[in-house]
Every structure is written in C-alpha cells, then in structure tokens.
C-alpha cells in the first residue's frame, strides 16, 4: 500500500493535534496528513509540534464541521478528493447538572459531535465507495459505552456516536470500507481543563442545594483524583490511534486506556444494568474507601507497567 492521505479534524490542540503530527513523522513515511480546524488563527502550536513535517508530510487546512460548505470546500482542494483515512476528532464537552444546562447549549454540543461526525462521512463516504477502499476513524469516548454522572449530554452524543458508526460499518464493510471507534477514557488535554474549569465557575442556582452538593464536593474532587490516576496524555491516544489505522483487520471499537476496562467490563458483565448502576452508586456515594483504594492499586499498577 502506497503514501495514504489522513484528513484529522479538530488538530488546533488536544488529540487531534496530537494524531496529525504522529501520523506526519511516521518513520515509514506512510502517511500525508490534512490537518484542519475551524479558527486557523490557533494553527501556532501544531505548527511547532509538526517540526520539519510541515509543509512535507503535513499540511493545514480551514475546516468547520459544523459547515457543510466548509467541509465540501476543503475535501475539493485535495487532489481527486482522495481521503483515505478519515480522523473524526473534533468536538466538545459539557458536564454538570442537567438543571443548569440550557438546550441552546445542548444543541450546539450535538451539532458538533454527532452531526458534526455526519457531514464529514456524508462528504467522503460516496468517494471511499467508489475507490472500494477507505477507513473511517471516530474519536469516541468510553462515555459512549456508558454514561457517567452529571455527563449526561456529553455521554448521550458519544452513544449517538456509537451508534452511528455501529450501524454504518455494516454497510461501508459492503464496499471495503473500514470503521473504529477509539475510545479513550480520562485524557489530560487542553480541552478537559476547560471543561472543568467552566464546571467549577458554573452557576448551579437552577439546581437544588443537595445536587449542588454533590456536584461540587464529590463529582469534581473524584474527576480530578480519576484523572490524576488514569489520564493518558493525547500523544499516548496518539500512538494507539496509529496502531488502529496500521492495523490489518482494524478492529470496530478499541478502547486506548487498559486501566479503564474493568470499568466498561461491568456492563457488559449484567445485561440488566444493575450491576454497574450499583457499582457506581456505592463507589461514589457509599465507600469513598473503597473508590481510593482502586485508584490507589490502579495507580500502582500503571507505574510498574511504565517501568517495564
């Protein structure tokens, strides 16, 4: 298989800027990278990450996935509209009481992660068809496995997004058309500070003084302790992404953190749902020792595995 052309959305910081400067320093050089964003006026940092692959193996460009026009503009400036591999990364977060989320807010958040991921299978799918070739890579998230608390928006588009791909890959199969879903856990990014930043300067008057509670004194101090023991950095997702798209039978969904697993495992293991619901609720709610304590071996282990 000859040079393949990678289009990354979303690489003005994060993953996606960690995907596209992977794939363009390949050492097999295999890969020529589009990499887009929506504001091309915060291309610096990529610039810097990509080193002498700019302009090489890498090269930037405006896309807004939130515009079909954007989109068809961008995938006509590649020669022969040729996408090989398509790294649907950009999107947003949104965490906190229901209450206190407008819909506006809602929607927006969709746009960009479920329709968003829409428009741009809809613009390079008819291509991939017809070349009988391609590969459909989806940043999903394991929050499309199974939702988490005060996640409820951002875990309800991860599902949308499962779903989708989920019942697309049956079709694009049809055509030689690969599909995954990666799907990291925690990861420590740019984009997850913000998040949480907003989430600690949030207003929560629309809400009762009990969730408020909660949400402040135990969901924010365990996200941060889940992060501070699971996270991956962005080039770690990074180099499992690129173990995806090298693959030769590239999996349907490949979650990045092993450490999480035990996690998701708990659904699947009750197909009643009562064993991860309960779970959840006694670990956050009724043993803060127990929560510790797993972090605590969890966090043991992953230093004896970085050791190795």
């Known amino acids: 298989m000859g040079t393949r052309r990678v289009l990354v959305t979303g690489c003005s910081s994060g993953i996606g800027l960690a995907v ?3 794939l363009a320093k390949d050492e097999l050089r295999r890969f020529k990278v589009v990499a887009t964003m929506r504001d091309l006026g915060k291309r610096g940092t990529l610039e810097k990450a990509a080193g002498d692959s700019l302009n090489k193996t ?3 460009k405006q896309l807004d996935a939130c515009c079909e026009a954007s989109i068809r503009e961008c995938v006509n400036s590649l020669p022969d509209r040729r996408v090989d591999v398509l790294v649907n990364n950009a999107g947003i977060g949104m965490i906190g009481p229901l209450e206190c989320q407008s819909i506006t807010d809602m929607k927006e958040l969709f746009d960009i992660n479920v329709f968003g991921l829409a428009r741009m299978v809809k613009e390079v799918l008819p291509d991939m068809k017809r070349r009988q070739s391609g590969h459909i890579v989806v940043m999903s998230s394991v929050m ?4 988490l ?11 949308a997004v499962e779903g989708f791909c989920e019942s697309l890959a049956v079709q694009a199969l049809k055509f030689n058309i690969k ?3 990666v799907e990291p856990g925690p990861v420590v990014t740019e984009f997850e500070r913000k998040v949480y930043e907003d989430a600690e300067n949030m207003d929560l008057s629309e809400t009762d003084e009990e969730t408020a509670r909660i949400f402040r004194e135990i969901y924010l ?23 995806v798209i090298t693959a030769r039978e590239p999996p349907l969904r490949h979650q990045t953190n092993r450490l999480y697993m035990p996690m998701t495992a708990l659904k699947h293991a009750d197909p009643t749902g009562r064993l991860p619901l309960d779970t959840f609720y006694k670990m956050i709610f009724k043993h803060d020792n127990v929560f510790n304590a797993t972090l605590g071996v969890l966090r043991m ?6 050791r190795k």
């Open 20 to 22: 596209a400067a992977r």
């Open 221 to 243: 101090p365990y996200s941060k302790k889940v992060f501070n023991s699971l996270g991956q950095t962005p080039e770690e997702v990074a180099e499992q992404t690129l173990k």
């Open 58 to 60: 890498l090269e930037i």
């Open 301 to 306: 282990f992953q230093k004896r595995v970085g």
């Open 179 to 181: 599909t995954t879903l």
């Open 144 to 147: 499309g496995i199974q939702g």
């Open 149 to 159: 608390l005060f996640n409820d928006v951002y875990s309800a588009s991860k599902f």
